[in-house]
């Protein structure tokens, strides 16, 4: 078995980042939690404020061997909106805001020349993706884990998850894990 390596990304509602990259082939581990601010173990309440800083973020722990970082990225630039600044569907606050807090710089130049090709492919123009070293990533509380899964009949994630997750199965089936819904 090789060694686990981490990826964290910010799109949005943490729950629906989570739920995506949960059904991903190689993933072992999803996180939900917050990074890229100012606030030390800030609260959920508090991340939704606005005031500290953090993004609502997930942390992806994964099998290299198994999924690639740059599939992760794939995966990412798919189920959110890199175009819209502070904002993701309903959700509105920089605290939402696309983010890519890298964990060292093969992850860094990775984001950097994904993020170019995007523009230059006329797939999204004028990317708003903030990219950023990873400082300090605060696990978000036991209730925010694995929310769809625990909570699927909630309001928000039926409205805002499943066009998520079918958009990963249209696009990259190739990348969901076997036991995954879609999944091969």
Request: zero cysteines; aromatic letters at 8%.
């Given at each position: 078995m090789s060694e686990t390596e981490l990826a964290t990304f910010g799109g949005g509602c943490f729950w629906c980042v989570e739920a995506a990259f949960e059904r991903v082939r190689g993933v072992r581990?999803?996180?939900s939690g917050y990074a890229g601010g100012h606030t030390e173990d800030p609260s959920y309440r508090e991340v939704c404020s606005g005031s500290t800083g953090h993004a609502e973020v997930v942390q992806v722990a994964y099998d290299p061997d198994a999924v690639s970082y740059e599939d992760l990225l794939e995966v990412f630039f798919t189920i959110h909106d890199p175009t819209t600044k502070d904002r993701q569907g309903p959700d509105v606050g920089s605290q939402y805001r696309s983010?890519?807090?890298y964990h060292g710089e093969a992850q860094r130049e990775a984001v950097e020349r994904y993020?170019?090709?995007l523009e230059e492919s006329g797939e999204y123009e004028g990317v708003v993706t903030e990219v950023t070293r990873l400082e300090t990533f605060y696990r978000a509380e036991e209730k925010h884990q694995n929310y769809?899964?625990?909570n699927p009949d909630q309001p928000y994630c039926r409205m805002q998850i499943p066009p998520k997750l079918e958009k990963l199965e249209s696009k990259h089936a190739d990348k969901l894990a076997p036991e995954a819904p879609g999944g091969d």
């Open positions: 581990e999803v996180v983010i890519v807090l993020i170019e090709e769809f899964a625990k």
